[in-house]
């Protein structure tokens, strides 16, 4: 039964025992799923016929009088209330409805459609294979004239239930069924004769369940999947480096479920709205990937809801409030660093806007794009999940498989630039899957959410090894898990570090010191972290290189020196001593001359801070890449420029106490 009426009018029916299901216009997607699956039972019960050799289902029913052993065909009614509303708001179902009509009859299937305004609603093709007409009391008596086919309306008495027929002239009166009480008598009764027969069977497949797990979709798999699978569909989920298990795809109007394995080839967009499913889906194909072997890098700005199953897997893990190694990673992924490996993107509109805070604004989507027709291209495979606002734009448009979330309403199917049919039931993870030639409807797999996993963190700030791992490798090798990270956001802090190590630094924040036998210059602001610093420089000298630490001049605020200090560091450079001295980075900036300016070209630049004042004006290469909004007023915090090369760097604070004591000082 169709009620488009909200189901108010067909509501009570439905607990009669033969009515298999009440659609109305309030779920427009289970009616659409429904009326293909009807017009799939057509196709199915021809063949059927075909095979037995029957004319119909009435001679099919007298064979199986003789042959037991054949399939049962239930006679099937059809009941379309408010038709007029269903053609004006899902005309791609009435081709279903013509076939029902013209077919039907003699495969045990048949319709009955009512309307309160016929005109415009029943085409020719409907009325010319409707056997009976039935014309009751109109406004408009001109209407009923041609859907009876014989005259004008005869004037029917104001009463209700008083109607006309096509196949006989005159008018009749149909029986009263009785008010809501009444009939809910009747239901009863009807409801407790049929207790000791078998329930009735629906002559469509149940939807895929909300929260649906792989294993749940593999036994719907081996009893109803599809013989012949569309492009881009398979009979079977698997995952491999290649493929991904992904979702359950329905098919209606094959009376079956495919499986869908997102080919990594070519990106996939997963586009919803809030809470429709979009990390989840992200996240089953981070355990896909995990089942197959495949580093998986993630960007997004809640990293809890993404957490990677394998640790030894996981690459770069990075959320935007760190834009500049996000850059960095999607730098390396442009560069074919990735090759064969998986990049996941949450979020699209708050890395676009991470990315803006660091370039400029729009420079996010041009970033986006480029990852996406880079993928194309075979560099990395590639999935990102965002609003569905992002579906329409142009810097998406290279993206042909996609996944359409939480789309249950016209208005949301105009948002994503869909057709009014492409919509999905109303749960979380149901959703549209549109490839290249064909769409359908579709339930992402549910993987289990994990704790979150250390394993992406360098080795002196990790506490604890990362666990939670569902596969046969050793969670707690944090040397594998960091070569599969080509990019690790910085700490904001760092207390300790080998001897050797003046901070955390480099792509993957592991201990880093630059070359020191030349000196360096420290430039920043006051309470940059300059003094700490020179202090950690002096440390290190004394633990590796106690000799050059010995030779070494060390001097802090040398843009405020006495002239004795000058003339000591000026007589150290030109004997080929090497010089360690800090400056402040105003100015630093506006010295042109002296020791503090031939430092600047002889020795390696210690820049903290480098976003503030006049910095960027101290390095001979730019730094808008390297410059992160969020950290600029850090200690500790900075860059080391050394032959046009850059080196992001956080300083350790663990020094020496008795570093101002010492003569070199």
């Given at each position: 039964m169709v009620d488009y009426k909200g189901g108010t009018c067909l509501g009570p029916l439905k607990r009669l025992p033969h009515c298999v299901d009440l659609l109305t216009d309030l779920e427009p997607a289970a009616t659409a799923r429904a009326i293909e699956a009807i017009s799939a039972q057509l196709r199915r019960r021809e063949q059927i016929l075909r095979k037995s050799n029957c004319k119909d289902i009435t001679e099919y029913e007298q064979l199986r009088h003789h042959q037991p052993s054949l399939a049962p065909l239930a006679r099937?009614?059809?009941?379309?209330?408010?038709?007029?509303?269903?053609?004006?708001?899902?005309?791609?179902?009435?081709?279903?409805?013509?076939?029902?009509?013209?077919?039907?009859?003699?495969?045990?299937m048949h319709l009955i459609l009512a309307t309160q305004h016929p005109h415009g609603a029943l085409s020719t093709s409907i009325t010319a294979n409707a056997a009976l007409r039935v014309c009751l009391r109109m406004l408009d008596a001109s209407e009923g004239a041609p859907l009876l086919g014989h005259g004008d309306l005869p004037d029917l008495p104001r009463a209700p239930g008083f109607l006309c027929l096509s196949t006989q002239r005159g008018h009749f009166r149909c029986p009263y069924a009785g008010t809501a009480q009444e009939s809910a008598v009747w239901i009863d009764a009807c409801v407790k004769a049929a207790q000791a027969l078998p329930p009735c069977q629906s002559p469509w497949l149940a939807p895929p369940p909300a929260n649906l797990t792989f294993t749940q979709a593999q036994q719907l798999l081996s009893a109803h999947a599809t013989p012949a699978p569309a492009k881009g569909l398979a009979t079977n989920l698997v995952s491999t480096r290649q493929n991904l298990a992904l979702a359950l795809c329905d098919l209606p109007e094959q009376l079956a479920y495919g499986a869908f394995n997102w080919d990594s080839a070519t990106p996939l967009g997963i586009f919803g709205t809030s809470a429709s499913g979009r990390t989840a889906a992200l996240r089953q194909l981070a355990s896909s990937a995990a089942q197959a072997g495949l580093v998986t890098h993630t960007i997004g700005a809640d990293l809890n809801q993404l957490t990677l199953p394998n640790a030894a897997l996981a690459g770069s893990q990075l959320d935007t409030f760190h834009p500049c190694e996000v850059l960095r990673l999607t730098q390396l992924a442009l560069e074919g660093k990735l090759r064969g490996q998986l990049l996941l993107i949450d979020d699209l509109d708050c890395v676009g806007e991470a990315i803006d805070t660091v370039l400029g604004l729009g420079e996010g989507r041009d970033v986006l794009e480029k990852l996406v027709n880079a993928s194309r291209r075979g560099l990395f495979a590639l999935a990102l999940a965002g609003d569905l606002a992002n579906a329409p734009m142009r810097w998406c448009a290279n993206i042909s498989q996609?996944?359409?979330?939480?789309?249950?309403?016209?208005?949301?199917?105009?948002?994503?630039g869909l057709k009014r049919c492409q919509q999905a039931p109303n749960q979380v993870g149901a959703g549209v899957l549109t490839l290249a030639s064909h769409w359908c409807a579709a339930q992402i797999l549910l993987a289990p959410v994990l704790p979150t996993s250390a394993a992406n963190l360098p080795?002196?700030?990790v506490d604890s090894p990362a666990s939670a791992s569902d596969l046969p490798v050793n969670p707690s090798d944090t040397t594998t898990a960091l070569a599969a990270a080509p990019v690790v956001a910085l700490p904001e802090n760092v207390s300790t570090c080998p001897p050797w190590a003046l901070g955390l630094g480099g792509d993957q924040a592991q201990p880093w010191?630059?070359?020191?036998?030349?000196?360096?210059?420290?430039?920043?602001?006051?309470?940059?972290?300059?003094?700490?610093a020179l202090a950690r420089v002096y440390d290190i000298l004394q633990a590796t290189d106690p000799a050059l630490a010995q030779r070494a001049i060390f001097i802090d605020n040398l843009d405020q020196a006495c002239p004795s200090a000058i003339n000591t560091v000026e007589t150290a450079l030109d004997a080929g001593i090497p010089v360690f001295a800090t400056a402040l980075t105003s100015r630093a900036a506006n010295t042109y001359s002296g020791p503090l300016a031939q430092l600047r070209s002889l020795s390696p630049l210690l820049l903290?801070?480098?976003?503030?004042?006049?910095?960027?004006?101290?390095?001979?290469?730019?730094?808008?890449?390297?410059?992160?909004p969020h950290?600029?007023?850090?200690?500790?915090?900075?860059?080391?420029?050394?032959?046009?090369?850059?080196?992001?760097?956080?300083?350790?604070?663990?020094?020496s106490p008795t570093f101002a004591a010492n003569p070199q000082v």
């Open positions: 099937m009614l059809v009941v379309v209330d408010e038709f007029a509303t269903l053609a004006a708001t899902q005309e791609e179902l009435l081709e279903h409805l013509l076939r029902l009509a013209a077919q039907g009859r003699s495969l045990g996609r996944l359409y979330l939480g789309v249950c309403s016209d208005a949301l199917a105009d948002q994503a080795a002196s700030v010191c630059p070359q020191l036998n030349q000196g360096l210059i420290i430039i920043g602001p006051a309470g940059s972290g300059r003094s700490t903290l801070a480098p976003g503030l004042g006049e910095g960027t004006q101290l390095a001979n290469v730019r730094l808008t890449r390297w410059l992160d950290r600029q007023h850090l200690p500790g915090r900075g860059l080391v420029i050394a032959s046009s090369q850059i080196t992001p760097i956080q300083i350790c604070q663990n020094t």
